[in-house]
């Protein structure tokens, strides 16, 4: 499984754009990129998933250069209830991915 | 979506005895995963959970610490022997389902122990 790399901690304010970035140089072809949200006192939830180039779904956009080494995971106009830890994780996700969290970034968001 | 109750949600426990945590899928799953999340940590898988074999322990833990029991497609249980003050943390049951092409992990609400 890749090993990733993300910022511990962020601090935003309320309407603007975050982006989270995540390294992973060790990447495997077959490994695919998902992001997972988790609020204090509940388990992590799902955001988005990608192998490469763009995906956005209605919470978030995902953004993997072509190069698969690293990924950004943008939050449009974030709200006080978007601060939480977002998690990025890589693997095969074919016949049972087992998914492994790395240290996660703890996003801040203030009025 | 699959929908993961836990038992219980929180418990405090007196060291050297044991707990046992159950989790419920409302679907039929091949692999229930559990976890261990310490307080301001990030989760550590401890084992997967396969219907009719016996549980994969990741590495550091071992079975005589934490039995699994897995009798069906949609239940497992976890249990937390002869536990320590270190033991106090949230444990949290996952299942994995493809959902609109991408492969989801879905968790339980956790449950919180304290070992005192």
């Known amino acids: 499984l890749a090993k990733t790399t993300q910022p511990i901690s962020m601090d935003s304010y309320e309407g603007q754009e975050v982006n989270i970035t995540c390294s992973h140089n060790n990447i495997a072809t077959n490994d695919y990129i998902t992001w997972y949200q988790q609020f204090p006192s509940q388990g992590p939830r799902f955001i988005i998933q990608g192998y490469k180039t763009k995906v956005t779904n209605e919470v978030a956009s995902l953004f993997i250069p072509a190069d698969r080494k690293s990924s950004t995971l943008s939050l449009p106009r974030v709200s006080l209830s978007d601060t939480a830890v977002y998690y990025c994780?890589?693997?095969?996700?074919?016949?049972?991915?087992?998914?492994?969290f790395g240290a996660g970034t703890r996003l801040f968001v203030k009025a | 979506s699959a929908v993961i109750s836990q038992k219980p949600s929180r418990d405090i426990c007196q060291r050297g005895t044991s707990l046992t945590i159950q989790c419920q899928v409302d679907s039929q799953v091949t692999m229930m995963f559990w976890y261990r999340q310490q307080p301001g940590q990030s989760l550590t898988l401890i084992a997967t959970a396969n219907q009719g074999s016996e549980a994969t322990y990741e590495s550091g833990f071992v079975i005589d610490k934490f039995p699994i029991s897995r009798p069906n497609l949609t239940f497992s249980t976890l249990t937390v022997s002869n536990m320590s003050p270190e033991d106090s943390s949230i444990y949290l049951c996952?299942?994995?389902?493809?959902?609109?092409?991408?492969?989801?992990?879905?968790f339980g609400q956790g449950t919180r122990l304290t070992v005192v």
């Open positions: 994780l890589v693997g095969d996700i074919t016949g049972g991915f087992k998914t492994i």
């Open positions: 996952s299942v994995e389902e493809g959902m609109d092409r991408n492969t989801e992990a879905f």
